[in-house]
């Protein structure tokens, strides 16, 4: 391809989503399939894997699915030794797994914590860890980590996942820092507030039939004037995971409708 053409194009590419079987994950693992992927994904429920074969099913995606618990290291080399051995050294990683706790802090317990922490930034660092050897060995490699905007900024009750965003930023800084020589591109994604079932408590209809209080601040702290939805993630995805990107490396690409750069309607 010559370099004065872009190229989008994943041919030949084999994609590793983890937690890509509904909601930002499964919208990101459409995109790269569209852009010629190999798709592999995991999730930890068996509800969720049945979700995801149908889901992957409807859209015409031949895809592999792994159950594998993210924070469990053994179990993550695992699944990536299975997937060079039956699909191919994995090219491009999503590390979109991902929970919140939503508690105030002084009633959170250190084990909600810990486990907020485990599963959105520890785990990020064990898949990554898992994936850089054999992306090494083929000269070239993209990590794409899902922040957010808790990256950035704080909220009352999310302190375990604001910490952990914020560390997965560093933590994508420093995967650049470490492997760049290695021709291996670390960049995040921090999606504003998106319409998945993460979300779906801060949009609950009231009883009255109005809105969610929170609903109505977030649309009027929002530029575009409404929440994201998962397709909004699709073409960034894209863009980091492919060629195109070749010379962005340790930045956070915020898809949010502007809302970090607002200061939010007057009411
Ligand atoms: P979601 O709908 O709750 O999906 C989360 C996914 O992560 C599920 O597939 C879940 O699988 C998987 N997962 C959770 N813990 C896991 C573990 N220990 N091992 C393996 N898989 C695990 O979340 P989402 O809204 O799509 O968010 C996806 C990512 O985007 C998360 O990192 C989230 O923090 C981030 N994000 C979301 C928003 C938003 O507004 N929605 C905004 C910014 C960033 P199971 O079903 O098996 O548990
Ligand atoms: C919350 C939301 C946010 C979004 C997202 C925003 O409770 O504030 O869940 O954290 O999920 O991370 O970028």
């Not at 004065?4 to 995109?31: H, P, Q, R, W």
């Not at 159950?67 to 699909?87: F, G, P, Q």
């Not at 209080?213 to 004037?225: Q, R, S």
């Not at 492919?242 to 007057?266: M, P």
């Amino acid at each position: 391809m010559n370099k004065d053409m872009v190229n989008f194009s994943l041919e030949g590419k084999v994609a590793l989503v983890t937690g890509g079987v509904y909601g930002i994950g499964f919208a990101i693992a459409k995109a790269l399939h569209q852009a010629g992927a190999r798709i592999v994904y995991n999730c930890h429920t068996q509800k969720s894997m049945e979700t995801g074969i149908a889901n992957y099913k409807d859209a015409g995606i031949d895809a592999k699915g792994y159950l594998c618990d993210v924070t469990d290291e053994d179990a993550v080399k695992a699944m990536v030794a299975d997937i060079e051995a039956t699909v191919g050294t994995i090219d491009i990683l999503v590390n979109n797994a991902g929970i919140i706790k939503r508690i105030p802090m002084e009633e959170m317990a250190v084990e909600d914590f810990r486990q907020v922490v485990d599963i959105d930034l520890v785990a990020p660092f064990i898949c990554a860890k898992a994936v850089i050897p054999g992306m090494i060995r083929k000269g070239h490699g993209k990590i794409i980590n899902i922040c957010s905007m808790m990256s950035e900024l704080g909220r009352e009750t999310v302190s375990a996942y604001a910490a952990a965003k914020g560390g997965l930023k560093m933590l994508t800084r420093n995967i650049c820092s470490e492997y760049g020589a290695a021709n291996i591109q670390c960049n995040g994604i921090g999606p504003g507030y998106i319409a998945t079932p993460q979300t779906a408590p801060l949009r609950e209809i009231q009883p009255d039939g109005s809105l969610h209080p929170f609903d109505k601040f977030i649309i009027a702290k929002t530029p575009a004037g409404r929440w994201g939805t998962p397709e909004d993630l699709m073409g960034p995805a894209v863009f980091l995971a492919s060629d195109a990107s070749d010379f962005v490396n340790g930045q956070i690409l915020y898809v949010d409708g502007g809302i970090l750069a607002y200061i939010g309607k007057q009411p």
